[in-house]
């Protein structure tokens, strides 16, 4: 007579005791391990090189995933180049089909700016209901905290050669500067809000820069969506001053109130949470305001950047 072999022989030999219950537990067990000892060791690298589960998600495919991934999406994909790769007709598709609050929440995760910059950007502005026949080509110093600012007019734009400084630990309330021309000879201080100000911009000469347009939008997102325009009009492509970007499109519905503009396109920087370029419709469609930012970098600035004893300024 044959004799069976111990359970203990089977274990010897690799093999699972095949009786009764015990057998589908021990499987169940044996691939639970299995799975533990191959898979959590991926997932722990993926996390210790910075990866989140959607960051293999293909473009096509992001419109599918929870809007907090979404969100984690596009940041990986500006920070590696993935959206600046991407052709037209694949961003179109891709931004169109997110969830209606993502953009928001994209611009709201940050950073909408360098702590410190240089950047260059064409303005135009509505004054008085007066479109300039020119715009102005501006260069702009900006660091934060304190915030100080120095902007010169470029000498291919309007009001070229004018400049002025602001430094909030000197005077919050003011700038310095002086006019172009044959008026530059002559600089003075004057109110954010003053006369000199307001004759070029509705804005205050602080709200230069891509985190104002940010906070601009931020503020004004919400009543849109409250107003049913959640989703922009149109989703567009363009290139504008050598500045590709994600042209989104409100049109502002009758009766919503509160609202800047009745129609404004902000076009969005491939690389960074933040816009690039600017333009507001009035209720007659008429522009009101053309913004540009065309070269922007991170720049480390000397005791002399904000100041008007610089050999390089005109005060």
């Not at 021309?181 to 509705?202: E, I, K, N, P, Y």
């Not at 804005?203 to 989703?231: K, N, Q, S, V």
């Not at 913004?291 to 970098?297: F, L």
Request: charged letters at 25%; hydrophobic letters at 40%.
């Amino acid at each position: 007579m044959q004799s069976r072999p111990t359970p203990v022989a089977l274990r010897r030999c690799g093999a699972w005791r095949l009786s009764g219950h015990s057998t589908g537990a021990s499987i169940r067990r044996f691939i639970t391990r299995s799975l533990l000892l191959f898979v959590l060791p991926s997932v722990c690298l993926a996390s210790a090189n910075g990866a989140t589960p959607e960051a293999a998600t293909p473009p096509a495919r992001v419109g599918a995933l929870a809007p907090d991934a979404q969100v984690r999406w596009l940041q990986r994909a500006a920070r590696d180049d993935t959206l600046e790769r991407l052709g037209d007709a694949q961003l179109v598709a891709l931004f169109a089909s997110l969830d209606a609050r993502t953009l928001e929440r994209y611009i709201a995760a940050g950073p909408n700016g360098y702590a410190d910059c240089e950047f260059t950007m064409r303005h135009r502005e509505r004054i008085d209901g007066r479109w300039p026949a020119q715009a102005d080509h501006l260069l702009v110093r900006l660091a934060h905290d304190p915030l100080r600012l120095y902007a010169r007019w470029l000498p291919d734009g309007a009001h070229a050669g004018q400049e002025v400084l602001y430094d909030a630990t000197h005077r919050g309330d003011a700038m310095y500067g002086h006019m172009g021309g044959l008026l530059g000879a002559v600089s003075m201080w004057t109110a954010l809000d003053g006369a000199f100000a307001r004759t070029q911009s509705h804005h205050r000469l602080t709200e230069l820069g891509t985190e104002a347009i940010a906070r601009r939008f931020l503020e004004d997102y919400p009543r849109l969506a409250d107003a049913g325009a959640a989703r922009p009009t149109r989703i567009t492509i363009e290139t504008r001053d050598g500045v590709r970007v994600v042209a989104f499109t409100w049109e502002v519905p009758a009766g919503a109130r509160d609202l800047p503009a009745s129609r404004e396109t902000l076009g969005l920087d491939l690389r960074h949470a933040w816009f690039r370029t600017v333009q507001s419709y009035d209720s007659e469609g008429r522009l009101t305001e053309d913004v540009v930012i065309e070269r922007i970098e991170p720049k480390a600035f000397d005791a002399l950047t904000f100041d008007a004893r610089n050999p390089d300024y005109r005060f």
